[in-house]
């Protein structure tokens, strides 16, 4: 059973559009962050969140964190195929442990 | 400042072989983890180190798979025997603060193809 579900697990759209990724738990997490990875290398840290209702804007990406703090979303506005690669949400649970979701690939197509 | 630093990049076994993989954090992170991230999935926790200590090895499986972190710096995992399904990429990662405000410092991974 995976702890934190995100969804889509694959999209591909062209340039320009508008997306969103889901991660979504029954559990309850301190924070949860986002981290993209590219292929051959290991994940990168976009963002932290840790109050529940936060949201943090990074360029044309958007997170948000649900009020709960069992879900999160990712929203991009005006994909670049520079934003390909595969999206992870993570859970803190405790003060060390961080719990991995399924991860999102995404494709941007010029 | 260096990052994580992790070898071998690739390793190409037979299964019942065995195989070890090396990480050396970023200078003065305690904590070091060891993600098992197989194809198209997210990674999964095996082991978490704070300085020398074990935190969690829950999900290692342990009649095959070993790690140890001698003087809170370099770590190895290390499996004996290697089966099919090991074939995955092998993720170190380390952070110095707090993970709940902090963030992991992943290295480029180890992939091992095991056949």
């Known amino acids: 059973t995976q702890l934190l579900e995100q969804s889509p697990q694959f999209l591909s759209i062209q340039e320009g559009e508008n997306l969103t990724v889901y991660c979504n738990s029954s559990s309850v997490f301190s924070s949860l962050q986002w981290y993209r990875q590219e292929p051959g290398e290991g994940p990168v840290l976009l963002v932290t969140v840790v109050t529940g209702g936060e949201v943090k804007k990074l360029k044309r990406l958007t997170f948000q964190f649900g009020d709960a703090r069992k879900d999160s979303s990712l929203h991009i506005t005006a994909a670049q195929p520079g934003d390909t690669g595969l999206y992870l949400c993570?859970?803190?649970?405790?003060?060390?442990?961080?719990?991995f979701g399924q991860g999102t690939r995404l494709t941007i197509n010029p | 400042e260096a990052g994580v630093a992790q070898s071998p990049r690739y390793k190409i076994i037979e299964k019942r072989q065995s195989v070890a993989f090396w990480c050396n954090p970023i200078?003065?992170?305690?904590?070091l983890y060891w993600y098992q991230q197989i194809l198209g999935q997210g990674p999964k926790l095996l082991i978490q180190?704070?300085?020398?200590?074990?935190?969690?090895d829950s999900q290692l499986p342990k009649d095959r798979f070993s790690a140890e972190r001698l003087k809170g710096v370099d770590s190895t995992l290390k499996i004996q025997p290697a089966k099919l399904e090991d074939s995955a990429v092998y993720l170190c990662?380390?952070?110095?603060?707090?993970?709940?405000?902090?963030?992991?410092?992943f290295g480029e991974g180890s992939r091992l193809t095991v056949l």
């Open positions: 180190f704070q300085n020398n200590g074990v935190v969690d």
């Open positions: 993570a859970g803190a649970q405790g003060a060390q442990k961080l719990v």
């Open positions: 990662a380390s952070t110095q603060v707090r993970l709940n405000t902090g963030e992991l410092f």
């Open positions: 200078s003065g992170h305690a904590t």
